[in-house]
């Protein structure tokens, strides 16, 4: 599956990006520093950019690229401009000479089998190949010249007391000896650029203003810092995330923890993309006034980096119950602030796709009925779904009996309400007219009266309101389930 590059002419605001490897499927750490960017682009006025670092060859998948896309479409945020770092190569081979022709690179003809503690000398951690990168000019000229295949390193400045420092929007002012980093690869030895490098190369040419990224890659930031300045560029503006980790502390991954770390199993077990947007955004940041739900529009107004908190932040989820009790919840209020135009649209296809007969003028009815039960989606299955069959799933006589009643009482009340049903036009206001007096004339409470009728049409206690429910099914069917109820009872 091929996915076209989108190009856009850049505005003024901040240029920002997001560079997902694509090696599996959209991880909601992954989602939340997408949204994170989107988020800071539109509050500024700002350019979104979406960048495949796709250059790990043996590890990326079309598989993977389908997912992420997949993933991001479901979210519902746009993006402005759109690259593949793999059609990027030539860039950052040509970045790469030119640090070395500075010479702040140097060519490193050790075997690839070679263990790097072994190229050190000590026992200590590697640092750099002494005997390469003292190797001169001349004589690396030479062995190149003659095939020899030689991966290029960074050459780290390591004059006394050098620090590399820069200053992250949420975690401070950052600083590390350049004598404790390592010459780290910018050329594997089949002439690939490294994850830095190409990086880099990639943010200096996209005139990447600000890189919001995970907190796992602030480590990762004193050798850009040090690719930047070797290609007499800027380093952008670096915000780092907080980590969002399982409620033991543990950093969330699909080998640990399962499919509930990935984008789509929220979207396939009926969550709302901008219920999710605004879960993933109270994980590590909060407005300034405290609030929790919040819509997109809501949410990009009151975005800031300054918002963002440096503790990690939580996913509370079990074995048994996989979804944070925060994120369903933020659902139910997204779900119940929809129209119930649009919360109908969302819930047709699932009725349709489980297989039950509902056309979208039936749902629209069903819709205000069951939005304020239910939480998820797909909870529209077993809240309504004796809305759409034929007939309903067998269920317990005893169920038919009203407080304080006996089975007697519920088979009077149902007889009587087929009676008053058959010669009552079925709307709301008519429908109460008339069960309301006979539940009088049979000398039983009103809830007495319903609760057998309830259950009768809807094989279950905890329903919708009555009369709304009868209207929708309809005098046929209702008539029907309740003849089917008198039966049970005989």
Not at 469 to 478: D, F, M, R
């Amino acid at each position: 599956m091929s996915h076209p590059l989108h190009l856009a002419v850049s505005g003024s605001g901040p240029r920002v990006r997001f560079a997902p490897s694509p090696t599996g499927f959209l991880h909601v750490g992954s989602a939340r520093t997408f949204i994170f960017n989107w988020l800071y682009a539109r509050h500024n006025g700002g350019t979104m950019i979406l960048r495949l670092d796709d250059t790990d060859v043996e590890r990326n998948t079309e598989a993977s690229v389908s997912s992420i896309f997949e993933g991001l479409k479901w979210l519902g945020l746009s993006w402005d401009e759109e690259y593949k770092q793999s059609e990027r190569l030539e860039l950052h081979r040509k970045i790469a000479l030119a640090i070395f022709e500075k010479g702040l690179a140097y060519r490193d003809f050790t075997p690839a089998h070679a263990g790097e503690a072994d190229r050190s000398g000590t026992q200590a951690a590697w640092l750099f190949n002494l005997g390469m990168r003292e190797l001169s000019r001349g004589e690396s000229d030479r062995r190149a010249a003659a095939g020899e295949t030689f991966a290029l390193r960074f050459r780290v400045p390591r004059e006394a007391g050098q620090p590399v420092c820069f200053n992250d929007a949420v975690y401070g002012e950052q600083a590390k000896s350049a004598a404790d980093i390592e010459d780290f690869a910018l050329l594997r030895s089949d002439g690939m650029p490294t994850y830095h490098l190409a990086s880099c190369a990639d943010d200096a040419d996209l005139r990447i203003s600000h890189i919001i990224r995970g907190q796992d890659h602030l480590t990762n930031t004193f050798k850009h810092v040090l690719i930047f300045e070797a290609v007499g560029v800027k380093p952008p503006q670096f915000a780092h995330l907080p980590l969002l980790v399982a409620p033991d502390g543990t950093k969330l991954s699909k080998r640990r923890h399962g499919p509930v770390v990935s984008v789509t199993t929220y979207r396939d077990a009926g969550f709302l993309s901008e219920a999710f947007v605004n879960f993933l955004c109270l994980l590590g940041w909060s407005p300034k006034n405290d609030r929790e739900q919040m819509s997109v529009p809501e949410l990009t107004q009151a975005f800031s980096l300054e918002g963002i908190n440096r503790a990690n932040a939580v996913v509370n989820f079990t074995q048994e119950d996989p979804f944070d009790a925060k994120a369903v919840w933020l659902n139910a209020e997204h779900i119940r602030a929809s129209t119930v135009e649009d919360l109908s649209a969302r819930l047709l296809p699932i009725a349709c796709q489980a297989g039950f007969s509902v056309d979208p003028g039936k749902m629209l009815r069903v819709t205000p009925l069951i939005r304020e039960r239910i939480k998820l989606l797909r909870d529209v299955l077993v809240v309504a779904d004796f809305f759409f069959v034929d007939h309903l799933a067998p269920y317990d006589p005893a169920e038919l009996i009203p407080q304080k009643g006996d089975l007697a009482m519920a088979k009077k009340v149902l007889q009587r309400a087929r009676e008053v049903l058959e010669k009552t036009e079925f709307k709301h206001d008519l429908l109460d007219a008339a069960l309301r007096p006979a539940a009088q004339e049979l000398a039983v409470k009103a809830g007495q009266m319903f609760q057998p009728i309830r259950v009768a049409v809807c094989g279950r206690k905890n329903a919708p309101p009555l009369f709304e429910t009868l209207e929708v099914l309809g005098k046929e069917t209702t008539l029907a389930r309740v003849e089917q109820a008198i039966a049970k009872i005989q």
